[in-house]
């Protein structure tokens, strides 16, 4: 059984100079191939690489790390002090903890600090670049180098199969090796070139997957909310909460939903037809709010354009709260718009969809991986590292340290 090529046509380009890319000509027998050159195949083949593995990096697209180019606003949230497995979603929840433990945020940081990048923390934890998302893949295309990785680009794959050793055909000649690491992301960014190369891989290899959607998405309105797209581009401070999970950040209007951190945060854990809440005053209890404010003369708008934009206050209290002023309130309506207040429920019609999400929920089943090396347990070789397994982390630096943590836990073993 072969696997499908891609439908789309890669167009050839200028690849980066600061690498030395080999021939094809040259024999095409490695000790490992990795697929995939973003985030977990570039710190894969550099761990490899340092063991002293003949590695093959292969990749479909033009450039690698097209997603470390675009990731924080150009400046690359790649990393989190506060990393750890209660920051990631996966069916096996404990899956991610022996790699996470074994490659930390402070490994990665000391490998930037190696090589002079500046960073800062922005807040929460997330640690960006001062400058460019680039320096992070300079840096890592020059770890490539010292440790003689080979990369290939434009390299589309058609294949792979075992017999005593691994072949991946490609456009490219046949590449043999004894370990194959998958490291080819989710679904997310097509325009960035995402595919489905690394589940139907998984499928080829019997290996299960879990359900995939996409995860760190904004979502979109119901229709009985789509006049709300007129406050377009307002945000506010929230608590997003669903399913015992909340994030106080803010939510961004957009003219199709809801967007912001605390939006992306919440709908990895969102389903659909479930109905979400924000507290739209965090840290304030509402109904003492109200009752101290009835003395006031000040209508309810006019009352919460101190802490909403005025807009927003308007549109708010034109759909929640009676049309009179707040101390003519009666006991059950200052409750009702209380409760609302610090409990506003949502419903939403869907996601944006991959072409907006940052992530991938789902993906290969980690039950069929050994957590310690990412090795598939009926597939000696084979390995699975990254965004395409299913370990999913929360937006602000996770979803860089699982890319670094399992690239090197496999890279330590290939």
Request: charged share 20%.
């Amino acid at each position: 059984m072969r696997i499908e090529p891609e439908t789309e046509r890669i167009q050839a380009a200028a690849i980066l100079q600061t690498f030395p890319i080999s021939d094809k000509t040259e024999p095409l027998t490695f000790d490992v191939v990795i697929i995939g050159a973003g985030g977990a195949g570039l710190m894969c083949a550099i761990e490899a690489g340092k063991r002293g593995r003949r590695v093959a990096l292969l990749d479909h697209q033009d450039r690698v790390g097209k997603k470390i180019a675009i990731s924080g606003g150009g400046r690359c949230n790649f990393t989190n002090l506060a990393a750890g497995p209660a920051n990631y979603i996966s069916r096996q929840p404990d899956f991610c903890k022996s790699a996470l433990a074994r490659y930390t945020p402070a490994d990665f940081i000391a490998l930037i600090e190696k090589h002079g990048i500046a960073y800062h923390e922005k807040k929460l934890g997330q640690q960006f670049c001062d400058e460019s998302a680039r320096l992070i893949i300079e840096m890592l295309l020059e770890e490539c180098a010292e440790n003689k990785v080979q990369i290939r680009l434009n390299c589309r794959i058609t294949d792979v199969s075992k017999t005593e050793a691994y072949k991946i055909t490609t456009n490219q000649g046949v590449f043999t090796a004894h370990s194959v690491v998958v490291a080819t992301g989710g679904l997310s960014f097509p325009k960035l070139g995402a595919t489905d190369l690394g589940y139907r891989i998984a499928k080829k290899f019997d290996l299960r997957l879990t359900e995939t959607r996409p995860g760190l998405v904004p979502l979109t309105f119901a229709a009985a909310d789509m006049p709300l797209h007129e406050l377009s581009g307002l945000s506010i401070p929230v608590v997003a909460r669903n399913r015992g999970r909340e994030f106080h950040e803010n939510l961004l209007f957009t003219h199709r939903g809801l967007s912001g951190p605390a939006i992306l945060q919440i709908s990895s854990y969102w389903g659909e037809g479930e109905i979400l809440e924000f507290d739209l005053l965090p840290g304030i209890d509402a109904a003492k709010w109200l009752a101290d404010a009835r003395a006031q003369k000040a209508d309810l708008p006019t009352l919460l354009s101190r802490h909403w934009p005025r807009r927003f206050a308007e549109a708010w209290c034109a759909r929640h709260a009676p049309s009179k002023p707040i101390s003519h309130f009666k006991a059950l309506e200052a409750a009702e718009v209380a409760r609302c207040l610090n409990r506003w429920p949502m419903n939403f019609s869907g996601t944006e969809g991959y072409a907006k999400a940052e992530v991938t929920l789902g993906g290969v089943d980690t039950n069929g991986l050994s957590s310690k090396t990412m090795e598939a347990r009926k597939t000696p070789g084979l390995y699975f590292i990254g965004e395409v397994v299913d370990v999913t982390g929360w937006l602000g630096g996770y979803n860089f340290q699982w890319a670094w943590a399992s690239g090197h836990a496999a890279g330590q073993v290939v």
